[in-house]
């Protein structure tokens, strides 16, 4: 392996969604009887929102505007109506997740011997606020707003090597998603699979390995060692 | 002020690009005898090359490809025929550039309140390896190439406060050159100039001021000072 950079996925691999739009729920939206239950219905919108814009249906938008969109059909359909301040807050719980517990610590030392970034979805504002607030070290934010691509559109993994003047192969994508990886091979992209058991709070569990992957790990530290 | 980001011109306000360039000529063509001159020589290329861009009359291209081809010229009009090898060593120059002695830290101090990122013509493998040589540390990476538009075109200054997610005002350009802070004025970016007497090696000194920004200083230390 001749890998210079590492990208990653950020929503489930680098932090816990979940749990992170949850404590912002029960925080703006006091009433909500489960706010793991609204999180999940919110995130359950993601891929559909970002659909219509992979179709080409609707013009490049970024995931903030999606998430307000979900968010106010999800309130509609449940009879919920709080004020525009509370909406706009609640889509920057996406801003304000916490890392899984060895992420920092991982991408800190991965950092010294790679070239590290996000691989996300989320647009720039959301993971430059993401990772002044956690820490996260990168050094230069990729991603689907960089590539006007969502993933897992081709567009999206051919970006990073040519951002970064690489080979394919010489960029490392890490995600907890076998389908991210997947599509990041389809590119010639190096692929790392973390497993993130706790992701969907034990509703979903996902598969312990990815064989096609270069290594499977359970977690950056384990990443920086092999590595 | 609410100021919430600060971006940054690199060649001549972050980094001394003739000394570095000098550095690289002296070590690569041992030949030469003014190794200053040569870089001299080659960073006047730079406007032109780059104006072949921002006219239309070329595709995008990155500043990589603009920085070989004008050395290939420039050697040529001297006689000189280095191999590729040596030549690809040469553009390599510019991605390993060092920091005015009060960059580094005035950087550090600075991301503690705001967020930055180069705002530069440089290519972003240019500026990531750039950075983790000299251990800038940028939260982000915008410019030319991110926005496919070269400074001073509007669209390099735009992509800013939109990739921010700030309004144009809330964004501040860090620059030791007048002409790219009466851009970035023009689009609604706050202003702050950096005086850099030894960026021309003493042949051209800059303005000490900038009566139009909102502050003129001598250092990113002092700018940190008084932000």
Do not use: C
């Not at 609707?58 to 968010?71: A, F, G, Y």
């Not at 990729?142 to 051919?158: C, N, T």
């Amino acid at each position: 392996m001749d890998v210079r950079a590492l990208v990653f996925d950020v929503f489930g691999t680098v932090v816990d969604w979940r749990s992170g739009v949850a404590r912002e729920v029960a925080r703006l939206l006091p009433d909500v009887d489960d706010p793991h239950e609204l999180a999940d219905d919110w995130r359950g919108r993601y891929q559909p929102s970002m659909e219509e814009v992979r179709s080409g249906r609707r013009p490049w938008t970024i995931l903030d505007v999606l998430h307000r969109e979900s968010l106010d059909a999800l309130l509609a359909e449940r009879g919920l109506d709080p004020p525009d301040t509370v909406r706009a807050e609640l889509v920057l719980a996406w801003h304000r997740l916490d890392p899984w517990p060895d992420a920092v610590e991982g991408l800190t030392r991965l950092k010294a011997r790679f070239t590290i970034g996000p691989m996300s979805n989320g647009n720039v504002a959301l993971l430059v606020d993401m990772a002044k607030r956690a820490g996260l070290p990168w050094d230069v934010v990729l991603g689907a707003e960089v590539a006007r691509h969502y993933k897992p559109d081709p567009g999206a993994y051919d970006s990073a090597p040519a951002l970064l003047a690489l080979r394919p192969e010489q960029v490392g994508m890490v995600a907890a998603h076998v389908d991210d990886l997947v599509a990041a091979r389809a590119r010639g992209l190096t692929t790392f699979y973390v497993h993130r058991p706790d992701e969907f709070g034990g509703r979903v569990v996902p598969p312990a390995t990815d064989p096609d992957a270069a290594l499977t790990v359970s977690s950056f530290t384990e990443l920086a060692d092999l590595l």
